[in-house]
């Protein structure tokens, strides 16, 4: 039997699955980051006096 | 416990992330690639089972942090309903997807590792079953939080079915020990100690610390995310 | 008499106000049952080893059809409201519930589906089997069921929710009943299976009906 097909696809499937998650954990992370720094909210409160609220 | 309510603030919580996930990061990296070589490369197959000892490695690894995981979610769910704790619920959302993946990795893996080794892609015993369950317990919490308008109650609601669902894990467990499986029983946490020859113990030691690593840097980088996210919609709210 | 008994009667009255209700969920399980006999085929044998696990599923889903209103009435009059205001206990008042529940869907299915189980060709002993181990088992199924629906009260896509947490948790409940049922056909004894249904069931009363009072306190907030 080829035992390759299972191990390669064993270790395959679980970068796929887990980098995969990483990544998208990773982009999620920067896409939140960026709609708050486009509202002009990342910055703390002491220094958004003056801005709208 | 002061490091506990250390990281309860959710902005000394953000300030720690900060500092910590770029190394944590670059160390998990590593910790994979040596993790990969040695597991791939250095262990020898194993005398009964040749080449195929390989996907213990990943499988039995993502299986430990998979239930691990849910424990996690538990603790975190009695945490928020019993002290508030702020970020518990947040902590609780990031982890559970987490958690989810573990779980399928392990399923995916087991089920690879099984047919050429006991000749089955899948049997309906118990370790199997209450594995299979925890998955779905990983989706009921996930769909469970999000189903509410008010993230609140949502959360909320997830901790009472963290809770519940909590005794799924020493079902699990010690499902080897109660019935006769096909899976096999415990060779790592046993008294009289492991029973896995050394050159495949340590890469496998190894690969369930890469695991973990993987398993906190993801939680700390989705749980930043969620506190950034409620920020957001408290905004929209506002706005 | 006490709170508990005036609550599980208020409960049973105003289930059986509307029998149409009770009678939806048993049509139901006596079509899905009988589904199966017609998708498979007459082949007795084959039908004789599938019933247990066809009769208990039924059971569940049929079950499961009837929970998503077991709160919402009452939440959508305002008497949830009431009953967290209360003085009694509410976990007294929610066992009460469940128990309601289970007369009305637990009791008779564990009386219907002997019945149907003729249908599949069981024997005697079988068909007492499927009767117990049902009516140990299904009063399990109602507490499960009624957390789920407590979890669920409002939520978006209720039905299915509900559903999704609910199964998970019964297996073990169905696990044990159809294996009591198979016992019985292969000649062994099936008291083993009887008792772990008993204690889960034990476990569910002893530890559900706070979480599901916990689970209403937030629906009422």
Known sequence: ?53 | MPSLHFLANPARFRRFCARVLPALSVVTALAVAVGLYWALVIAPPDYQQGETVRIMFIHVPSATIAMGGYVLLAVLGGSLLVWRHPLAALMARATAPVGATFTAVGLITGSLWGRPMWGTWWVWDARLTSFLLLFFLYLGHIALSRAYDDADRGDRAAAILALVGAINVPIIKFSVDWWNTLHQPASIMRLGGPSIHPTLLYPLLWMMATFALLFVLLVLLRTDTEIDRRRLEAAELAA | MTAGAALFLRDLRLVLRRPGDVVVVLAFFVVATTLFPLGIGPEQNLLARIAGGVLWSAALFAALLSLERLFASDHEDGALDLLLLAPGALELAVLAKCAAHWIVTGLPLAVLAPLLGVAFGLDGRSLAAVALTLLVGTPTLSLIGGLAAALTLGARKSGALLALLALPLCVPTLIFGTGAIEAVATGEGFTVHIAILAALALMAVATLPWAMAAALRQAGE
């Open chain 1, 1 to 53: 039997m080829n035992y390759a097909v299972f191990i390669w696809s064993a270790y395959g499937a679980t970068a796929v699955a887990l980098g995969g998650l990483v990544l998208l954990s990773f982009v999620a992370r920067r896409r939140v980051r960026r709609e708050l720094s486009a509202r002009g909210l990342d910055r703390p409160r002491e220094q958004r006096a003056g801005t709208s609220r």
